[in-house]
Every structure is written in C-alpha cells, then in structure tokens.
C-alpha cells in the first residue's frame, strides 16, 4: 500500500497538518445570500410601499442589514471549517461560538461519498459525506475541489479498507 509523502496525504508525525476550504465555497454562500437578500428586499420594501404607502418602503433595509451580517458570519464560518489526515483518523473542525472537532476513525468508516448539487457544480465544488457505523461520528466536509474531493475520497477508503481488515 502507498501512501505518498507527508506533503501529499497531510500526515506529519503526530502533529496534524490542517487544510482549510478554497474560497470557491464562501464565493457560492455569499451570492446565495445576496440573492436571497435581494428577493426579501424587494419583497419587503415593494409590497408595504404599494398598499400602505411610500414610507412603509423602508422596511426593504432590513432584509439588507441582516444580509450585511450575514456576509460577515458567512467569512468567519468559512474561515473556521478545516480538516486534517492522520495516520488513524481524519479530523474535521468547524464552528465560530461552538468549536466543533470531529474524530472519525478510517477503520470505522462505511462509506465515503463524493456529492455535488447542481449549485455546487456551477462553482466547481463537491462535498465528501463520510459514514460510519455510528450516526453521531458521521461527518462531512463541504466545498472542496472535486479532484481534491475525489482524492480524498479515494484515500479515505484505502485506509479504511486497511484498518478493517484486522477488525
């Protein structure tokens, strides 16, 4: 079995060598949002402003405040999703207010699939669904390139088959 050079799978010794997600995902997110804030705007300043008159249009800023802070959440939380291969397991960390760290063990894995919606596609994105015997440790790493994520997923299920093989 080869598993390539520390650069190449992301192991160093028993220090994990984090990656973050490419900024395609952030990309997609924010213009959803804009989208979606855009509707709501026009909605919300459009609609009051036609039946109960022209000062009731100022609602339409509030669909475009909170897309505002929706931008910036949108930045923190891509910025706090990263992953790392070890020699065992594969970690997976993410949250701003609630740091999540998932531990998933590649002996434990039952099937990693590689996804992508027809938005993620359009921006070049696919996301790995990892699954395990025990719903709780399944995990999922969204956005990734899909060679990455092909990689990745290929990877994942030689060290699976690996480690089960001794189970």
Do not use: C
């Amino acid at each position: 079995m080869e598993t390539g050079s520390p650069e190449e799978t992301g192991v160093a010794g028993d220090e994990p060598v984090w990656r973050g997600l490419p900024s395609g995902l952030l990309r997609m997110r924010r213009l959803l949002l804009m989208t979606w804030t855009g509707v709501l705007s026009l909605a919300a300043g459009l609609l009051p402003g036609l039946l109960a008159g022209p000062a009731w249009a100022a609602f339409a800023l509030l669909p475009l405040a909170l897309g505002g802070w929706g931008w910036r959440l949108l930045g923190r939380n891509w910025r706090s999703w990263r992953y790392a291969e070890r020699a065992d397991d594969l970690l997976i960390s993410r949250g701003v207010l609630w740091r999540e760290e998932t531990v998933v063990p590649y002996g434990r894995m039952q099937l990693v699939e590689v996804t992508s919606g027809p938005v993620e596609r359009y921006f070049g994105l696919a996301s790995v669904q990892l699954h395990t015997a025990a719903a709780a440790t399944d995990a999922a790493i969204p956005g990734l390139d899909p060679a990455e994520a092909e990689r990745l997923r290929d990877r994942l299920t030689e060290l699976g088959e690996a480690r089960s093989a001794g189970l």
